[in-house]
């Protein structure tokens, strides 16, 4: 017989609206699954068993029942607030700190039906490619549990990888969905810039941090979008969009389940990191692009090289855009030692530096995201690794230097950053597996608004490598 957690988020939601399981009866067989394998995975740092239980039983008096995500249990990332819930940030400066609001973000996806679980594990602010922070456990990779499962969405990526979420919101701010949803053998999406109105990147520095899905199919992806951009019917809600609705606006639950069309691919041969840091890529990361590639020429699409062109300041621009964006983290001095190391050297190297210099890093990237955008334009997507290593060991990352762990991050996940930059979508699919069992993502980058292309793309290889009935063996274990 096959489990509730086995199914598709989109199965589990037809058999909710069907009657055949109970909001209650699911939330309970999620949250019993938390108790079980959670200690082990570091995927929760809170769990909200009798609010979300309470949640579940209201749900049919208070939310429709043909709401998008109506019963579908998923976590907060525990960088987002939820009124009467700790939000600890991943830090010691807020641990135990309970959210007086709550963010827009949640507001939507309670809207939309939802049933929160409670906290998904995060890098202190979310400011690294992994999760590993002085307040929690570690965020623990379900196909190998000595290894770390990404971040700084890491804790989401546990938790969808080892089926205790059918799905989870993330946030990207420069491939903190991407990198765990690729370590973890998900399918994770970072929407274009303004795409989702309550995670539109608009508001944060740099334009860099939105909110996406990670899932373990294109289509449970989709589905999960689509709530967060806050779709009724198919169109944006007036409610929560920044704009008017558009009557050619369709939803992208439908380009993921049709999964049509030939388009063009550019491969890209470098990184804008390249030439300041020593940028290798992996055979196994090699592997995967490989094998995505001879999927899509099989399949018709149009494959050319690419190589960015760039005048070798990325780097140092983008460096500078970490230390700033971490200058606004709220802790005053006089509590700044409750900070990691280097978290701490970030904040005070940040406040060093001057209007003028954060001006000029600010028109650097903007430079660079026109000429990105330029360059790929002749393509519908773009191909990279995710990642251009298998997934780190926990440890693995310098926990004291700032200086080495920003070039570790870099080294890990070269061809992320520069989609945050550009505002652009992207999607990672893990099309591969390594030797030992390990999954390998590619990443497709798309134009300005492209999901629904990346999406098409995205089911199309599904349909044929099929990732989503993988399944790491703690998934499978008995609860």
């Known amino acids: 017989m096959t489990e509730l957690h086995e199914l598709s988020a989109l199965d589990q939601w037809l058999a909710l609206q069907r009657g055949e399981v109970s909001p209650q009866e699911l939330t309970r067989h999620y949250l019993d699954r938390i108790d079980a394998l959670n200690p082990e995975l570091g995927a929760f740092v809170t769990v909200t068993r009798d609010a979300a239980l309470r949640r579940a039983e209201d749900l ?3 939310v429709p029942r043909t709401s998008a995500l109506w019963g579908l249990p998923l976590g907060d990332k ?3 607030m939820r009124r009467g819930v700790a939000t600890g940030f991943g830090s010691r400066a807020f641990a135990g700190t309970i959210s007086p609001r709550s963010d827009e973000i949640v507001e939507v996806l309670d809207g939309a039906g939802a049933v929160s679980l409670g906290k998904t594990n995060t890098p ?3 400011m690294h490619g992994y999760t590993e922070s002085l307040v929690a456990p570690p965020a623990r990779n379900p196909w190998d549990t000595a ?3 990404g971040g700084s969405s890491g804790g989401a990526a546990a938790a969808v990888a080892a089926r205790l979420l059918p799905f989870a919101p993330g946030s990207d701010g420069g491939g ?3 990198i765990p949803a690729a370590a973890c053998g998900l399918v994770g999406i970072k929407p274009s810039r303004g795409l989702v109105p309550a995670g539109s990147g608009i508001d944060s520095l740099g334009g860099l941090a939105v909110k996406g899905p990670l899932a373990r199919s294109v289509t449970d992806a989709a589905l999960l979008l689509d709530a967060m951009i806050g779709r009724r019917n198919g169109q944006i809600d007036h409610h929560f969009a920044l704009r008017a609705p558009d009557e050619n606006d369709g939803d992208l639950l439908g380009a993921a389940v ?8 550019g491969v890209l041969a470098n990184s804008p990191f390249e030439e300041s840091i020593d940028i290798e890529v992996a055979p196994e990361a090699s592997a995967a692009v490989s094998i995505a590639l001879a999927h899509l020429a099989a399949m018709g699409h149009g494959i050319d090289d690419l190589a960015l062109e760039h005048d070798g300041v990325y780097l140092d621009a983008f ?5 700033i964006s971490a200058a606004t983290i709220p802790v005053d001095d006089d509590r700044l030692e409750l900070l990691e190391p280097v978290t701490r050297h970030l904040v005070r190297s940040g406040r060093e530096l001057g209007a003028r210099e954060v001006a000029e890093t600010l028109a650097t990237l903007s430079a660079f995201e026109r000429s990105v955008i330029a360059q790929f334009s002749a393509f519908d997507a773009v191909i990279t690794p995710t990642l251009a290593q298998t997934p780190r060991p926990i440890g693995w990352f310098d926990t004291e230097d700032a200086d080495r762990n920003f070039v570790q991050q870099c080294q890990y996940s070269p061809f992320t950053s520069l989609v945050n930059v550009a505002g652009l979508p992207a999607i990672t699919l893990p099309v591969s597996e390594t030797a030992d069992g390990l999954p390998m993502g590619i990443q497709l980058i798309g134009r300005p608004g492209g999901e629904s292309t990346l999406l098409s793309l995205g089911s199309q ?3 044929r490598i099929r990732w989503q009935h993988r399944t790491p063996a703690i998934a499978a274990r008995e609860t």
Do not use: H, K, M
Not at 319 to 323: I, Q, T
């Open 78 to 80: 525990d960088l987002t």
């Open 258 to 265: 049709r999964g049509e069309g030939r388009y063009s691919i």
């Open 124 to 126: 202190e602010f979310g």
């Open 319 to 323: 460096r500078r855009l970490w230390r």
């Open 60 to 62: 049919e008096r208070t």
């Open 176 to 178: 903190s969905i991407r």
């Open 147 to 149: 290894l770390g499962a």
């Open 461 to 463: 290889l599904e349909r």
